[in-house]
């Protein structure tokens, strides 16, 4: 088979969504399921592990280029803007935050991080909402320093320099009573187990390559 137009190039740094910043650092084809198919070998940092993707698949999956430093830094300006109050149901606030987190793109997941932070300020958030937040707030710095040539150390100041203004406007205006955030175990079970499938569905290929690359 000839071998296709790829979007990515060795070496390239790409954003994987839900994943991280990652390195493509391998371009191969092998048989699987009886088809010869070209896969990207992506090599993420945070988790120290390596994926295969098909590259006729990368697009869908929402693997992207890292942004310029101008949309690094419209990225940050964002982080600063005033914004609508996240609804008080923090299920519904779970689910739309994951939606965008799945999306993928810098806006996105710089909207996560205000959300979240602003949230934060009024009210501790759940177990699952912190992770979320955290997750979030980790592929934003990553993917910054990327972009500005600059560490995630010095983005996180950035970071708190954008939000610090919107959490001391969170404390002299709460919106929210104290029973609405009722963490709900079963609720955050099916959550876990709907992500759980999600991501070893994304990871077959992955999985079935590295046991063939040994």
């Known amino acids: 088979m000839s ?15 839900s994943q991280g910043v990652g390195k493509i650092t391998e371009i191969f084809k092998k048989e699987f399921n009886g088809e010869m198919t070209y896969y990207y ?28 430093a101008e949309e690094a830094q419209k990225s940050l300006d964002l982080i600063g803007e005033d ?42 958030l759940p177990i699952l909402e912190r992770k979320l937040y955290d997750n979030a707030k980790k592929l934003l710095e990553d993917e910054i320093a990327e972009a500005l040539g600059i560490t995630s150390k010095e983005v996180e100041v950035m970071l708190h320099a954008k939000l610090e203004p919107l959490g001391l406007k969170s404390e002299k205006k709460p919106v929210f009573t104290e029973d609405e955030d009722e963490d709900d175990d079963e609720f955050g079970s099916d959550l876990d187990s709907k992500d759980n499938g999600d991501d070893e569905e994304d990871d077959s290929d992955g999985d079935d390559m590295d046991d063939d690359e040994d």
């Open 3 to 17: 071998k296709p137009k790829t979007d990515f190039t060795v070496n390239q740094k790409i954003v994987y969504p």
């Open 41 to 68: 070998k992506i090599y993420l940092d945070i988790s120290d592990m390596y994926v295969m993707v098909p590259v006729d698949k990368a697009a869908n999956l929402g693997i992207r280029p890292i942004v310029s």
């Open 83 to 124: 914004f609508e109050p996240p609804t008080s149901d923090w299920k519904l606030r779970y689910q739309m935050n994951l939606e965008l987190l799945k999306k993928g793109t810098i806006e996105d997941i710089a909207a996560i991080v205000r959300c979240l932070y602003h949230r934060s300020k009024v009210k501790e």
